[in-house]
């Protein structure tokens, strides 16, 4: 059975993951993606502290969240097509999104001073217990439910996409608002990228002892996109819920 022939959510585990995986005699371990991920995620947690300190000192952070943003896909092309760099591109990457998240939580740090901690414990908690799932098999990734997570995970970033396109000519989407219909549009984005959890784990699982050993920087990126979206998803429903109650 060929590995390029399982597909999922992550562009990290797309094609580009599974090819060449002869070049080294290495391989991938659960071991080296847990370091590799732990040290992204201080060094992501240090930049956003400090952006959350320049904020406070009443510098504008609305720029390091575009350009962390902007930065961060324009990363993750380049990974996805030059991945033997991806140990040098995935600590740049970390740093991009460091600067997005210090940006885009400042606001809830500066006017909801426990929030950003609170979306953190959520997200650690969510990826604790969708692991247990995993593990313990009560939730089995099979075919078809990777294939609606990933067409609901496509559905999401089509309509954010199209969002901040209309966004950008003034017209502002409902799903940025407080409204029940953004409430529930978030509720459902914090879900899905709860799921994509589990294709992450999965792949993993399956590839683990087999791929290359510099692929581990292309799994903790991948880890790394979905905890991120997942905080994002929990801080902004979280912020909505906030304002309106």
Known sequence: ?????????NPVFSEYFWENQNQSNKKMTVSGIFIKSLLCILVISAIT??????????????????????????????????????????PLYTIAKGIFLGGFSAYAHKHFPDMP???????????????????????????????VIITATISIMIVYLISMILNFFGIKSYIWGTSWFAIV??????????????????????????????????????????????????????QKLAIRF
């Open 1 to 9: 059975m060929r590995l390029t022939n399982y597909k999922t959510n």
């Open 49 to 90: 502290a400090y952006i959350w300190k320049l904020n406070e000192n009443g510098m504008p952070v609305k720029w390091f969240t575009l350009g962390g943003m902007l930065a961060a896909v324009i990363i993750s092309v380049v990974i996805s097509v030059r991945q033997h760099w991806a140990p040098f591109l995935v």
């Open 117 to 147: 901690y609170q979306a953190i414990g959520v997200t650690i908690v969510t990826f604790f217990v969708m692991l247990v799932l995993y593990q313990t098999r009560i939730i089995v990734v099979t075919k078809k439910l990777r294939s």
């Open 185 to 238: 549009f978030n509720c459902i984005a914090a879900l899905v990228a709860s799921f994509a959890l589990l294709l992450d784990f999965d792949y993993i699982e399956r590839y683990k002892n087999k791929a290359p050993k510099f692929k581990e920087w292309l799994a903790t990126w991948g880890l790394l996109a979905t905890l991120i979206w997942l905080y994002v998803e929990i801080l902004r429903l979280m």
